[in-house]
T-cell receptor, first 116, second 113 residues
Framework: AQSVSQHNHHVILSEAASLELGCNYS??????LFWYVQYPGQHLQLLLK??????LVKGIKGFEAEFIKSKFSFNLRKPSVQWSDTAEYFC??????????????FGQGTILTVHP | DTAVSQTPKYLVTQMGNDKSIKCEQN?????MYWYKQDSKKFLKIMFS???????INETVPNRFSPKSPDKAHLNLHINSLELGDSAVYFC????????????FGPGTRLTVL
């Protein structure tokens, strides 16, 4: 079955540290890839997305992600985190083809805590 | 101004009751979704409608019944609520069914006592 996994459940960093959150999926076909963020008590917001083209995509708030097709990965990065980045981050994938109908399959989420 | 709105935001009810959650989007999108986020924050799709037609129906108890009166609205009715139904329910919409970004509502936190 198609699935999405995020490597880290909880990441704790100090401000200005660099961030990398892992995301892998299991599917050999075409995928559309997303990272969403959920700030405490708020709804999901899109950070960035990849559909095709340059595998390095830039999103809002200084985040970027790299699609490595050979590794089935879409890791999220930020060079220097801020306290306001404290949130839960979700990797999500649309597995193209068949009857996906745009259905998002989510990873388990990674809680990021940034200490001032 | 709100793109995807849900009502109510919080819902506390007793086991066995029937309740509904409403969702509306003003983005002109054709496709709407219901997702359930459980206590471990895991998000899983439940249903999707495209132009009022049901296109995704995951393995969900038939106590859950979605209804789409028009393409801007997707409601979720739950019969005979159980403790395990406690979760946050998110509505989302997208321009179509082909691999678009989805816009999420604020969520409805349902607590079944």
């Amino acid at each position: 079955a198609q699935s999405v996994s995020q490597h880290n459940h909880h990441v704790i960093l100090s401000e200005a540290a660099s961030l990398e959150l892992g995301c892998n999926y299991s599917y050999g076909g075409t995928v559309n890839l997303f990272w969403y963020v959920q700030y405490p008590g708020q709804h999901l917001q899109l950070l960035l997305k990849y559909f095709s083209g340059d595998p390095l995509v830039k999103g809002i708030k200084g985040f970027e992600a790299e699609f490595i097709k050979s590794k089935f990965s879409f890791n999220l990065r930020k060079p220097s985190v801020q306290w306001s980045d404290t949130a839960e981050y979700f990797c999500a994938v649309i597995f193209a083809g068949g009857t996906s109908y745009g259905k998002l399959t989510f990873g388990q989420g990674t809680i990021l805590t940034v200490h001032p | 101004d709100t793109a995807v709105s849900q009502t109510p935001k919080y819902l506390v009810t007793q086991m066995g009751n029937d309740k509904s959650i409403k969702c509306e989007q003003n983005l002109g999108h054709d496709t709407m979704y219901w997702y359930k986020q459980d206590s471990k924050k895991f998000l899983k799709i439940m249903f999707s409608y495209n132009n009022k037609e049901l296109i995704i129906n995951e393995t969900v108890p038939n106590r859950f019944s979605p209804k789409s009166p028009d393409k801007a609205h997707l409601n979720l009715h739950i019969n005979s609520l159980e403790l395990g139904d406690s979760a946050v329910y998110f509505c989302a919409s997208s321009p179509g069914t082909s691999y678009n970004e989805q816009f999420f509502g604020p969520g409805t936190r349902l607590t079944v006592l």
